[in-house]
């Protein structure tokens, strides 16, 4: 799918990204899908929970996905995916986030290089467990 986002939500994921450095940053990412395209209008932090190496990998809870639907329902948006940061590495998918990965949502990946967001791609999950690169484009007219 093609991802259209607004520059705020971008914005914002590149912000949380760079206050997180040198550790790996986490979110969910909200909007609608109309016509085959994903609009991206909101990106909200969750503290990385993990208790390996932050700097290598992140933990987002069960209980942050059940109350991140929950806002999605009262905002009258889609709970669209999950973004995070990879400091001082590309932003292609691990193995671990291969692992982590559910099908039905996108997943950000931001190079955080020496402090500053360099590169946010997009990647989703196959049926056959393998992950394709989406299109991102920033949607200036924020619908």
């Known amino acids: 799918?093609?991802?259209?986002i607004v520059p705020s939500?971008?914005?914002?994921?590149?912000?949380?990204?760079e206050k997180s450095y040198p550790y790996e940053c986490c979110g969910f990412f909200y909007g609608h899908i109309e016509n085959e395209l994903v609009h991206v209008l909101e990106a909200t932090e969750v503290i990385n929970d993990s208790v390996e190496n932050k700097k290598v990998h992140y933990t987002i809870p069960p209980k942050a996905f059940m109350?991140?639907?929950r806002y999605a329902l009262e905002q009258e948006k889609a709970l669209l995916g999950?973004?995070?940061?990879?400091?001082?590495?590309?932003?292609?998918p691990s193995g671990r986030d291969l692992e982590d990965a559910l099908p039905e949502l996108s997943y950000f990946i931001t190079n955080v290089h020496q402090g500053?967001?360099?590169?946010?791609?997009?990647w989703r999950l196959t049926e056959d467990?393998?992950?394709?690169e989406e299109q991102i484009e920033i949607n200036y007219s924020n619908k």
């Open 67 to 69: 109350k991140a639907e």
């Open 9 to 17: 939500a971008l914005r914002d994921i590149h912000d949380i990204a």
């Open 82 to 92: 999950v973004f995070h940061s990879h400091p001082d590495h590309p932003p292609r």
């Open 116 to 122: 500053q967001a360099i590169d946010t791609r997009s």
């Open 129 to 132: 467990r393998v992950f394709i």
């Open 1 to 4: 799918m093609k991802i259209l």
